[in-house]
């Protein structure tokens, strides 16, 4: 069974802040992997998309990257705004989507 | 934690025939369920939001006409798309959020279910 893992599940920091949140998959033959962002009671917002052949992509203040080898994604978030609290998806996509637990994160004003 | 089915997995059909797309939470309650869709290269979209026993909530540009939604059990979502085209092949996949105040309260995603219009 394919399994993705993040860390941490809840982060809290004050703004400004540079922060990484992490994910980690079992199976390194993905087909790709997107990072979402969730807020209370929506649907998820897609964030960014990464292909297997990619190791990286970025838009605005969000940088995501991709080591398929050791089976790792982090999401960087620069500059960190209390617009930014919400929860944080990553789902990896072999036949089918299988999604992370979340990282809930809080930026404190 | 909780499971989400959606049957099909895939599904191949002809242009101009409807397909139903059932998106079941197996054990556990949901008012609302999400339906989204992938189509190649691209990023998974939300479709629509449909909660149970009300009109479902759908994004910009999705034709409510054209993808029937019905929610009409705490257990059960269909997401029909009618007069299917070769544009509407796509990754459709659901998730379920629990009734308020069950043991888990975050989201649940189906695994998907891949359509194929020739």
């Known amino acids: 069974k394919q399994e993705v893992t993040q860390i941490p599940a809840a982060l809290s920091v004050p703004e400004g802040e540079n922060l990484v949140l992490n994910c980690s998959f079992t199976?390194?033959?993905?087909?790709?992997l997107q990072w979402f962002r969730q807020d209370p009671g929506k649907g998820l917002t897609s964030l960014l998309l990464?292909?297997?052949?990619?190791r990286e992509q970025t838009s605005g203040r969000l940088n995501a990257s991709l080591d398929k080898s050791s089976g790792r994604s982090t999401l960087y978030i620069a500059a960190s705004q209390p617009g930014d609290s919400a929860t944080y998806l990553c789902?990896?996509?072999?036949?089918?989507?299988?999604f992370g637990t979340g990282t809930s994160l809080t930026v404190i004003p | 934690g909780a499971v989400v089915s959606q049957h099909p997995s895939w599904v191949i059909c002809k242009s101009g025939t409807s397909v139903k797309i059932e998106c079941r939470s197996l054990?556990?309650?949901?008012?609302?369920m999400f339906w989204y869709r992938q189509f190649p290269k691209q990023s998974l979209m939300l479709m629509a939001t449909?909660?149970?026993?009300?009109?479902?909530?759908?994004e910009q540009g999705v034709e409510k006409d054209k993808f029937l939604i019905n929610h009409a059990s705490l257990t059960l979502s269909t997401l029909t798309v009618t007069s299917a085209h070769p544009e509407d092949s796509s990754f459709y996949i659901c998730?379920?959020?629990?009734?308020?105040?069950?043991?888990?309260?975050?989201?649940?995603f189906g695994p998907g279910t891949r359509l194929t219009v020739l």
């Open positions: 998730s379920a959020k629990p009734v308020p105040g069950a043991t888990h309260n975050e989201q649940f």
């Open positions: 990464i292909q297997s052949s990619q």
């Open positions: 789902a990896v996509r072999y036949s089918q989507f299988y």
């Open positions: 199976d390194s033959a993905i087909y790709n």
């Open positions: 054990d556990f309650q949901a008012t609302t």
């Open positions: 449909s909660n149970e026993g009300s009109k479902a909530t759908y």
